[in-house]
């Protein structure tokens, strides 16, 4: 019991605690200052009617669906492409994962850089093999903000699911590849009929890492676009943080932070729930 | 241990050597491209971003330290991330050990609640928090990243050392108890030498986390003198956006240490990563 106090004071004064006052000042008006006054459900109408906030769940969800396809999908088609025993290919492994461990600004910075309007790597290519015309303010315009957001997103953590894919890959009996072979499949039928059933249960913690944690997501918005252009990007962090710390609202950012705590709960949860049906338990 | 496979390639395998490797150079160009970009001028960077500096201005790089502070920013992050790291994973591993080899009332009730940190994503309390620590007088200090900074990792950190000590059978921790030992002895000296490659994964993996941490650090610290790297880095961008050459200085800094140490060290982070996902 002394032994795992640390840990549970440690938690329950920083996470615990902090959870449980943000359920009471939900329900107050509060500018962080002054003594809070009841407000009672008004802090939660007022979010259900912020066009803005809905909106960020909106493009939070086209974030995550995005990151399904450009993290874990794309990590899962590097894995297979990379599990080579041969020379150079621990080396791309290697190279591959690299963006996982810069920080979120710094790569948020850099890729600014990479998309800039004039001077960038992107519109520079373009420029170099005569397709000028195809440049485009990639990160300033609504229609290609947040697809960008996420393919840098991708970039940055598709070596994440790569490697957890990567690790399981190794862990397939090679028999099994061996026997479909004899019995006549080509690559493409043996990675359906053995390889994606075999990961199921990776795919399925991957999945959750990744809903989980893009509604988390706030550096990457933070860095580049910070809810720019005209809204366009926002997501359920940016807005809270505006709304409590640009606005002094501190009352409403929190019943906002209620609103996504709950939100992730549920749907983790009944997706854990789903997902034990296919007899997989992960906690 | 890949060179014992060395027979000639077949086609396929080319293929395969190939095209990966056209995708991983593609991917890892920006970073290659930030590295000597660091050493041109602005106006090399706006006349022809892919060529190599005429001349490697090793000034930008100097220049960039001075004026962003920077060392002072490396100071404050490597002070942060070496105490919230050290302090969560031992807690975590008294946790773990606790879990696991030790019996009290309660034992069950207090990992499940520790594992709703496992989901809960962190902007859902940096409100809350953000007054609690300007309550207990903690804002602008380094203690308001290092303590909430421990106390977000624990869940995935006990979690994972969990999971390790149950993979180990208690036989060592029951003779060293038949032998008179206490607990506390048996926590350092039988069991903390068994799980230290499971602590040192968990140190590389919440370094990794801690020392790129920005939500926490851009709130509750607001005074230049404290500020971590992933925080100064951002508003030295903003300050600086003009000047290219100045950014790019200062992101090679920021990044390239890390670069070299995660090559150095990259077999414990992908072996702590494969361990997340397992079971």
Known sequence: MLFAAPAMLLFATFVLLPLGASVYYAFTYWDGFSAPRWAGFANFARALTDPTFLMSFVHVVLYILATLVFEVSFGLFMAVLLNSDRRGFSLMRGMFFAPVVLSMSAAGVLWKFVLDYRTGLLNSTLRSVGLGDWAQPWLAQPETALLFICIVSGWKYAGFYMVIFFAALRRIPRNLYEAAKLDGANGTQQFFAITLPMLKQNVIVCILLAVTGGFAGFDLFFTMTNGQPFGATEVPATWIIKQAFDQNQIGYGVALTVVLTVVVSVISIAYLKISERGHVTRY | ?279
């Not at chain 2, 006349?47 to 002072?72: C, D």
């Not at chain 2, 050290?86 to 807690?91: D, E, G, I, K, Q």
């Not at chain 2, 939500?215 to 003198?225: G, M, R, S, Y």
């Open chain 2, 1 to 279: 241990m890949s060179r014992a496979t060395e027979r000639p390639r077949s086609a396929a395998e080319w293929l395969q050597f190939g095209s990966a490797g056209v995708i991983v150079l593609v991917m890892f160009y920006p970073a290659i491209w930030m590295v000597y970009s660091a050493f041109k001028s602005n106006r090399e960077i706006f006349r022809t971003p892919f060529a190599l500096p005429s001349e490697w201005k090793w000034g930008n790089l100097i220049e960039a330290w001075n004026v962003g502070g920077l060392g002072t920013l490396y100071l404050n992050s490597v002070f942060v991330t070496v105490m919230a790291v050290s302090m969560c994973v031992l807690f975590a591993t008294g946790a773990a050990f606790a879990f696991t080899r030790l019996e009290f009332p309660g034992r069950t009730l207090m990992y499940r609640v520790l594992l709703v940190g496992l989901l809960l994503p962190p902007p859902s309390v940096a409100i809350a928090l953000f007054t609690q620590l300007r309550d207990m007088h903690l804002l602008n200090t380094h203690w308001a990243l290092i303590l909430p900074g421990a106390a977000w990792q624990l869940a995935f950190t006990t979690f994972l050392m969990r999971s390790y000590f149950l993979s180990i059978r208690p036989d060592m921790e029951e003779a060293a108890r038949l032998d008179g030992a206490n607990t506390w002895e048996i926590f350092w000296h039988v069991s903390v030498p068994m799980v230290w490659p499971a602590m040192l994964t968990m140190i590389v993996l919440n370094t990794i986390a801690v020392w790129n941490e920005l939500l926490f650090a851009l709130l509750f610290v607001t005074d230049d003198a404290q500020r971590t790297l992933p925080v100064g880095l951002v508003r030295f961008s903003g300050y600086h956006s003009t000047n290219y050459s100045l950014v790019f200085a200062a992101l090679a800094i920021t990044t390239v240490p890390i670069l070299i140490l995660y090559f150095i060290l990259q077999r414990h982070v992908i072996a702590g990563l494969t361990a997340t996902a397992m079971d």
